[in-house]
């Protein structure tokens, strides 16, 4: 089992940055890649990014791309979410998720943190 916990969420105005981490517990070692989602009101769940655990290039949603930026701290077992020039449809629930190997087998984005509020004010 991995267990996830997001925290750095907080309100902010349009145009400012914001960071978020994400402490992964368990057995990490077990870890493929974290991503990043998030969950506006009324909204279905969105994929942000995600980031391989042992290295590659992060991705991202066009949405988001320019502005995000994901890394990640192995020594910590905590990936980031980078956020800067936030604007208003950046409001939502942000979730941190991870995918491990189970027997040599790789799994979906079955482990979630409890969510992290960002909300950006205009």
């Known amino acids: 089992q991995v267990q996830l916990v997001e925290s750095g969420g907080g309100l902010v105005q349009a145009g400012d940055s914001l960071r978020l981490s994400c402490a992964a517990s368990?057995?990490?070692?077990?870890?493929?890649?974290m991503g990043w989602f998030r969950q506006a009101p009324g909204k279905e769940r969105e994929f942000v990014g995600d980031i391989n655990w042992s290295g590659g290039s992060p991705n991202y949603v066009d949405s988001v791309k320019g502005r995000f930026t994901i890394s990640r701290d192995n020594a910590k077992n905590t990936v980031y979410l980078q956020m800067s020039s936030l604007k208003p449809e950046d409001t939502a629930l942000y979730y941190c998720?991870?995918?491990?190997?189970?027997?040599?087998?790789?799994?979906?984005?079955?482990?979630w943190g409890q969510g992290t509020q960002v909300t950006v004010s205009s």
């Open positions: 368990g057995r990490t070692f077990s870890i493929y890649a």
């Open positions: 998720a991870a995918r491990v190997w189970v027997s040599l087998q790789l799994t979906g984005y079955d482990y």
